[in-house]
């Protein structure tokens, strides 16, 4: 008689419990166990939420090495089937041998449920009959439950499913993410008790008007904002250490269509224009890709987005200031080009339309389409193509929590037709599919990828610039990660090039992500072990720093409406000298959008009880000893990394926190 101890440990979500009689079969190479109930004298407390219960299963002989347990339940008489959510399983065998079955899946029927040992193989190596039959099984099952949807020609392909509801419950958010996060901007208003304003189509009659809403909605960046939204150094360091860092660039040659000359700008320092560009002191942030945008009508009035072009000069005190701004991309006398020199509300009106453009630039290309949709295709493409045995689904898995049913309420609820962002955005409407799709057409792999990006951008030497040390940082220790798990596997380059499911979840992503435009540069294939590594540390990055960085600071820095308006209502002045503070109180949204804007940042921005931070595995995927012992070392990083930072910080006015490994989401969730 050979007897088995087996442990099951049920998951701690709400909910996780069962009253259903639980069964196992244990499946070796030499044979397998009966069907056997797990009971013991504790009944169904056994599998009460958190519970670790120990049964003993008996075989006439060795099953052999452990390769699978099939689990299934069945409810008693009295009791209704409900659902379960097993964490992981635990056998040991009568040689002395343990071993570990990771499952972190929803039971909600009658029907036998298989789940691998946890020693992660690639699909060569897993020669036996059942574990063979058992990822076949898994992937058809995975290609009929994750299927790919079109939502909009143009963009990155999406899951296939109408509502939340019709997710696979492995997908789903907690019932505590549930409960507290609802994605529409009426529970944002709710939040922020600002329903009463939601209704109000008029304008801004003064600046206290505006404080008066945004001071009981507040945080200590926000204040600083608040305060010096006005001010030229404030406004640059929002292109640098702001929700958008992903535009300025170093400039060498002006754009043919900023005729800035030497005599229009005052420059510190004893060196002309010219000299500047040649010395790499000139920085650009062109908004070309919002050129002749279809606006949105708002409360019956048509809406103003304008392509800017601004232009910054590097002082010999290292201080980048803006010099120059010109908000139409044709020059032209009706399009005048603004200096600091000019009046206070000329160049402040200016700056407005700029970061008003910056809003709708920033939400649907870097935020929306460069961390949201593509976290959707390395989801959708890893669940489809590769099985939970595998070691790059146990390394990714983690950073795909909650990214599928996120997106889904933001198709449905964000930017559909009835959509929040829809109705009140500047570019509403036909518009954010025009971004979007000008967006992808300018996606690149280098672009994804933080050394390159700062590399083309010029970027590597400007001071101050902390989205950039931060991440560069991060991405480093995210790549020596990633490096030791997948060298550990990937003995060759060969054994690559063999892996076909890696193969098919490349060819996935390249196909349903980037539509299969080769002039992406994303890879069709691997060919190398160094190519996957460089590949998935940019999935990692992309689904958690990169998404912090453009997420969390969005209601910091647009709780004041002024820094960001979400849309202009009057089009930018033609002739200098005219505006004034009535002006601006006219162009800017009206009470209702601006409360919306407020309620859409808050949402967007709102980090969930069950928030887990970058480099936190709770959910145990991997087993052998040195994935663990990589794992070990890689949160050891990330926590001197984090010191470094709140180092830093605290000789700043205002702290850069959103790269901070302890406040990185390790997945796109919100």
């Known amino acids: 008689m050979a007897n088995y101890e087996v442990t099951t440990y049920t998951g701690t979500l709400l909910y996780s419990n069962t009253f259903n009689n639980v069964y196992i079969t244990l499946v070796g190479t030499d044979g397998e166990s009966h069907h056997t109930w797990l009971i013991d004298i504790t009944g169904p407390l056994s599998f009460t939420t958190g519970a670790e219960s120990t049964f003993s299963v008996s075989c006439c002989e060795s099953v052999g090495k452990l390769l699978m347990i099939e689990l299934n339940k069945e409810p008693p008489l009295i009791f209704p089937v409900d659902s379960w959510f097993p964490a992981k399983v635990r056998v040991k065998t009568p040689e002395g041998h343990t071993f570990h079955f990771p499952i972190h899946r929803w039971i909600t029927d009658t029907d036998v449920h298989i789940f691998r040992e946890g020693k992660a193989l690639l699909v060569f190596e897993d020669t036996h009959a059942r574990g063979k039959y058992a990822r076949e099984k898994e992937l058809k099952q995975r290609e009929e439950d994750y299927q790919w949807e079109v939502y909009a020609d143009g ?67 926000s204040v600083y904002v608040q305060k010096h939204w006005k001010e030229d150094e404030f406004f640059t360091y929002q292109f640098l250490n702001g929700v958008n860092p992903m535009l300025i660039q170093r400039c060498s040659v002006l754009p043919e269509n900023l005729p800035v000359k030497d005599y229009m700008v005052f420059l510190q320092g004893p060196h002309s224009l010219d000299e500047e560009l040649k010395n790499g002191n000139i920085y650009l942030c062109d908004y070309k890709l919002l050129d002749g945008v279809e606006t949105n009508t708002i409360n019956g009035k048509k809406q103003y987005l304008m392509a800017p072009l601004v232009l910054f000069h590097k002082r010999p005190d290292d201080k980048l200031m803006p010099i ?187 196909v349903q992500g980037f539509l299969s435009n080769e002039d992406t540069g994303i890879p069709q294939s691997f060919t190398t072990v160094g190519a996957l590594v460089k590949f998935v540390t940019m999935v990692i990055f992309t689904c958690s720093v990169q998404h912090s960085a453009v997420n969390s600071g969005q209601f910091d820095f647009g709780a004041w409406m002024p820094n960001t308006p979400i849309s202009m209502q009057l089009p930018p002045p033609t002739t200098k000298g005219k505006t004034t503070e009535a002006t601006i109180l006219e162009t800017l949204p009206d009470v209702n959008v601006t409360v919306q804007g407020m309620a859409i940042l808050h949402l967007l921005s709102k980090q969930s009880t069950d928030f887990v931070s970058l480099g936190q595995y709770p959910e145990e995927e991997f087993y052998e000893k040195t994935p663990c012992k990589l794992i070990k070392a890689f949160q050891g990083e990330l926590e001197v990394q984090s010191v470094i930072i709140k180092v830093r910080n605290e000789s700043l006015d205002l702290p850069y926190t959103y790269m901070d490994p302890t406040l990185v989401e390790n997945s796109v969730a919100v």
Request: glycine share 4%.
């Open 155 to 221: 963009i990155p392909h999406c899951i296939k499913a109408e509502n939340t509801q019709s997710l696979p419950l492995e997908v789903h958010f907690s019932f505590t993410k549930e409960t507290e996060f609802y994605f529409t901007a009426v529970q944002g208003l709710i939040d922020l008790k600002l329903d009463g304003l939601a209704d109000e189509t008029v304008k801004w009659t003064d600046m206290q008007s505006i404080y008066g809403v945004f001071c009981c909605h507040h945080n200590d960046t």
């Open 324 to 510: 120059a701004i010109q908000l139409k991309q044709t020059p032209g006398e009706d399009n005048p080009i603004f200096f600091p020199t000019d009046s206070e509300y000329d160049w402040l009106l200016a700056k407005i339309f700029v970061r008003s453009a910056d809003f709708n630039y920033h939400e649907l290309n870097v935020h929306l389409l460069r961390t949201h949709l593509l976290a959707e295709v390395f989801a959708v493409s890893l669940l489809r193509n590769v099985p939970m045995v595998h070691p790059l689904y146990k390394l990714l898995i983690p950073h795909t929590r909650y990214t599928l049913q996120i997106n889904l309420m933001a198709r449905n609820l964000l930017i559909s037709k009835d959509g929040s962002f829809t109705h009140y955005a500047a570019c509403g409407g036909e518009g954010q599919f025009t971004i979007l799709n000008r967006s992808m057409a300018s996606l690149t792999y280098s672009s994804l990828c933080i050394p390159d990006n700062i590399a083309e951008r010029g970027l590597e030497s400007l001071p101050d610039y902390y989205y950039r040390d931060d991440g560069l940082k991060l991405w480093d220790i995210i790549h020596k990660f990633v490096k030791g798990i997948l060298n550990y596997y990937y003995k060759s380059d060969a054994d690559v090039q063999k892996d076909t499911e890696l193969q098919k979840w490349i060819s996935d992503i390249f």
